[in-house]
């Protein structure tokens, strides 16, 4: 199940990405940094879970601070929720990631999908 909780963890960034494009972080957010944050969401990304934990929603909340400030957080942090995703669609559920920003109550301008060309985010 150890890979199993991997690919949940890399579904869960890229879900992660939708929040993230709104409104920057502090310079320098990382990959790992993005996993790290979301990897609590992944029951809730693949449809195991009904809501999403409360550690998943400081861990969407404290993602969207860190990229808050800098557009280039953001990019990146959309860029690494988004190949995460790539990496394991099949196991997304589509709908648990459009709605967990908002059930973590956190407002995006625009939402990050598996498609979205990150480069353009404000």
Not at 59 to 86: E, F, N, P, W
Request: glycine residues 8%; hydrophobic residues 40%; contains cysteine.
């Amino acid at each position: 199940m150890e890979n199993g909780g991997q690919q949940v963890a890399m579904v869960l960034i890229v879900i992660m990405s939708f929040w993230l494009a709104s409104d920057g972080v502090e310079a320098g957010v990382s990959c790992a940094a993005v996993r790290s944050s979301l990897a609590p969401c992944v029951g809730f990304l693949l449809g195991l879970k009904e809501h999403p934990p409360a550690r998943c929603c400081r861990g969407v909340r404290s993602l969207y601070a860190m990229t808050k400030s800098s557009r280039q957080d953001r990019i990146t942090a959309c860029s690494c929720i988004t190949s995460l995703a790539a990496s394991v669609p099949s196991q997304l559920k589509a709908s648990s990631g459009a709605a967990l920003p908002k059930s973590c109550g956190v407002r995006l301008s625009y939402q990050i999908t598996p498609s979205t060309n990150c480069n353009r985010i404000p």
